[in-house]
């Protein structure tokens, strides 16, 4: 009889060769390579998390709250959107009631919504929405490197001063990590700047990590020479990415998120086998996803570094897919 994950396999879509770099997608390759492979190759699909559809719905009540007017930006009216966010999601993915399928009473999902409010409330301890106004919100950015690596992904919120200086801003709905683990975090970050300074020539004055799960802001001034830093740091990981692919030697790496990854029935570490490898030498690569598409399939950006548990482990940890493709 074929098991689930049989199923999945077969199901699945075309695979092909990765065609861009995501901060998402760079951060499972050095979490674990193989786990790369089983998302961007062979798109194995993964169960939805509550952690990471939790942080779908605060994202998007934090972006659709500057449609206000300044003076009706507020706490209560913000609290106020998160069902509302909750049921335009359900509409357009159904398959996220499974989440609250064991839930007949609705408690569960209750404390859920709760949960979201709080974090959307919290935000308003951090910063004032009524003295913000955004120069763009859940912005796409793509750019090709000389060298041709294609970058692209999602940007919560870019603030431009009078003065033209730019900030970039991330919610997180999770803790802020420990002091020696900020770099990782930051990384993601990094990339999106150097991505709109590759596009506009400018380096962006700040950027901003708001975690709202424990009510931290992170704040880092990039400068040129951290870019060309990460832009070097990229190339090399890409060309593990193409050496991996022309290869088919993608390796496993244990470490605290395995116990959140839904491919453990296929993964060696944990006595799986992996579907065949599907790409032959010279594959072609896949066609570009469209912003659109990828929006519809929103969630948190995975970030390198130890969680912090199983709610950061659903958002930046291996059940957490991101709504950057590859």
């Known amino acids: 009889m074929d098991t689930s994950t049989e199923k999945a396999v077969r199901a699945a879509p075309v695979p092909a060769r990765p065609v861009a770099l995501s901060p998402s997608r760079a951060s499972d390759f050095l979490q674990c390579p193989l786990l790369y492979r089983f998302r961007v190759i062979d798109k194995l699909p993964e169960k939805p998390s509550e952690a990471a559809t939790r942080g779908t719905v605060v994202h998007a009540v934090l972006e659709r709250l500057f449609d206000a007017p300044a003076a009706e930006r507020t706490a209560p009216s913000a609290r106020s959107m998160v069902p509302g966010e909750w049921k335009k999601l359900l509409e357009k993915r159904p398959e996220l009631a499974e989440l609250f399928a064991d839930d007949p009473e609705g408690e569960r999902l209750a404390r859920w919504l709760s949960d979201a409010e709080k974090l959307v409330e919290r935000w308003f301890s951090l910063e004032d929405p009524t003295r913000l106004e955004p120069a763009d919100r859940e912005l796409y950015v793509e750019t090709v490197l000389e060298s041709g690596l294609r970058l692209r992904g999602f940007i919560d919120r870019v603030d431009v001063a009078p003065t033209g200086e730019v900030r970039l801003v991330d919610y997180k709905t999770g803790k802020a990590p420990r002091p020696e683990y900020s770099e990782g975090a930051l990384f993601q970050m990094k990339f999106y700047a150097l991505v709109l300074w590759r596009l506009r020539g400018l380096v962006p004055r700040r950027l901003q990590l708001v975690y709202l799960g424990s009510g931290d802001v992170l704040t880092y001034d990039p400068s040129e020479a951290d870019l060309r830093g990460v832009e070097r740091k990229l190339l090399a990981l890409w060309d593990a990415i193409q050496k991996a692919t022309d ?19 296929v993964c060696p570490e944990f006595g799986g086998t992996p579907p065949p490898y599907p790409l032959a ?9 469209l912003p659109g598409a990828e929006a519809a399939e929103r ?10 548990g199983p709610d950061a482990a659903g958002q930046n940890g291996a059940a957490g897919q991101s709504k950057e493709s590859s």
């Open 299 to 308: 969630a948190l950006p995975v970030i390198p570094g130890p969680p912090s």
């Open 247 to 265: 290869s088919g030697d993608w390796r496993p790496r244990r470490s605290k998120l395995c116990g959140w990854c839904d491919h453990q029935a």
């Open 281 to 289: 030498p010279g594959a072609e690569a896949a066609e570009p996803v």
